[in-house]
């Protein structure tokens, strides 16, 4: 079994290679990932530093005075503040699709695959969370624990789980039939393990693939919280952020919401591209 699921992955592997734009979008994805990681340390400005010589102090892009995405209304440094917040939109957007899969994942393995009353209780009280507006629920959670960056992606990872936790159980409850689960029960092994060894590693090609199209959701998630002044606060930033700081400005100030909005797109695009090519790669019917 170990050695045909190897060679699945490696053929999913060789079909993602063949994929251009999911390999470009990789490619532009690593890109920007170092850049964010390499960026800030290039210029001389820190993330809250005001550079007073300016005159006004929101200045568009120039080589000279060393502010190359320009500056923001207060004169910091765009170049580092567009850098600093993609570092911070990918951590909360990857962290909080961890946890979301985590316990989507768990929760949909157990349920497929015990069945029965167990399945029933546990997907009404999935049902019960549908039912409850998301944002609202974002909303009060950020209110009443605070504004950290880790209660950001705690609170969206939390209540983003839920349509994990359906497609993972409908899957698990098409493997709870298939012969090797069978010889698993047949060899006395419990419950927990089964779900573990057998049901978790048969979903995960259905899991990665979602994964990459719940990174997106959660970035714009993240983006329109820190749009409504709830998520990232000073003095750190994100994409939303400066996309919310730079619409006020767009005016007088365009680069300030043209800069950050193109670094936005250009991650969410990617990460599209990579999921159809993920969901090609791994596309059951053509193994």
Same mark, same amino acid.
């Given at each position: 079994?170990?050695?045909?699921?190897?060679?699945?992955?490696?053929?999913?592997?060789? %079909?993602?290679?063949?994929?251009?734009?999911?390999?470009?979008?990789? @490619?532009? !994805?690593?890109?920007? *990932? $170092?850049?964010?990681?390499?960026?800030?340390?290039?210029?001389?400005?820190?993330?809250?530093?005001?550079?007073?010589?300016?005159?006004?102090?929101?200045?568009?892009?120039?080589?000279?005075?060393?502010?190359?995405?320009?500056?923001?209304?207060?004169?910091?440094?765009?170049?580092?503040?567009?850098?600093? @917040?993609?570092?911070?939109? !990918?951590?909360?957007?990857? $962290?909080?699709?961890?946890?979301?899969?985590? &316990?989507?994942?768990?929760?949909?393995? #157990?349920?497929?695959?015990?069945?029965?009353?167990?399945?029933?209780?546990?997907?009404?009280?999935?049902?019960?969370?549908?039912? !409850?507006?998301?944002?609202?629920?974002? &909303?009060?959670?950020?209110?009443?624990?605070?504004?950290?960056?880790?209660? +950001?992606?705690?609170?969206?990872?939390?209540?983003?789980?839920?349509?994990?936790?359906? &497609?993972? %159980?409908?899957?698990? $409850?098409?493997?709870?039939?298939?012969?090797?689960?069978?010889?698993?029960?047949?060899?006395?092994?419990?419950?927990? %393990?089964?779900?573990?060894?057998?049901?978790?590693?048969?979903?995960?090609? #259905?899991? &990665?693939?979602?994964? #990459? *199209?719940?990174?997106?959701?959660?970035? !714009?998630?993240?983006?329109?919280?820190?749009?409504?002044?709830? @998520?990232?606060?000073?003095?750190?930033?994100?994409?939303? %952020?400066?996309?919310?700081?730079?619409?006020?400005?767009?005016?007088?100030?365009?680069?300030? *919401?043209?800069?950050?909005?193109?670094?936005?797109?250009? +991650?969410?695009?990617?990460?599209?591209?990579?999921?159809?090519? *993920?969901?090609?790669?791994?596309?059951?019917?053509?193994?």
């Amino acid at each position: 079994m170990a050695e045909g699921t190897n060679s699945l992955w490696g053929a999913a592997w060789r %079909r993602l290679r063949r994929n251009r734009a999911a390999v470009a979008a990789m @490619g532009v !994805l690593a890109g920007l *990932l $170092l850049a964010s990681l390499l960026g800030p340390m290039l210029s001389a400005y820190a993330l809250d530093q005001v550079d007073w010589s300016l005159s006004p102090l929101s200045s568009p892009p120039s080589f000279a005075n060393g502010h190359w995405f320009g500056t923001d209304s207060n004169g910091r440094d765009l170049f580092v503040r567009v850098w600093r @917040g993609t570092q911070v939109s !990918l951590l909360v957007a990857l $962290l909080a699709t961890a946890v979301s899969l985590v &316990i989507g994942v768990a929760w949909g393995a #157990t349920a497929g695959y015990l069945g029965g009353r167990v399945d029933d209780w546990m997907m009404r009280f999935v049902d019960v969370l549908y039912a !409850l507006p998301y944002m609202f629920f974002v &909303i009060i959670l950020t209110v009443v624990f605070g504004r950290s960056l880790f209660l +950001i992606f705690l609170a969206i990872g939390a209540v983003g789980w839920l349509t994990m936790a359906r &497609i993972v %159980r409908g899957q698990a $409850l098409a493997l709870r039939h298939r012969a090797f689960v069978d010889a698993a029960i047949a060899l006395g092994l419990p419950s927990h %393990r089964i779900i573990a060894r057998h049901i978790v590693p048969n979903v995960l090609g #259905t899991v &990665i693939v979602y994964a #990459t *199209l719940t990174v997106p959701q959660v970035i !714009l998630f993240e983006s329109f919280l820190s749009f409504l002044g709830l @998520g990232v606060q000073e003095p750190l930033t994100s994409l939303g %952020r400066l996309v919310a700081e730079g619409a006020l400005e767009m005016e007088t100030a365009p680069w300030q *919401l043209l800069v950050p909005s193109a670094v936005l797109a250009l +991650i969410l695009l990617c990460l599209n591209f990579l999921g159809d090519g *993920l969901r090609d790669a791994l596309d059951p019917r053509q193994h």
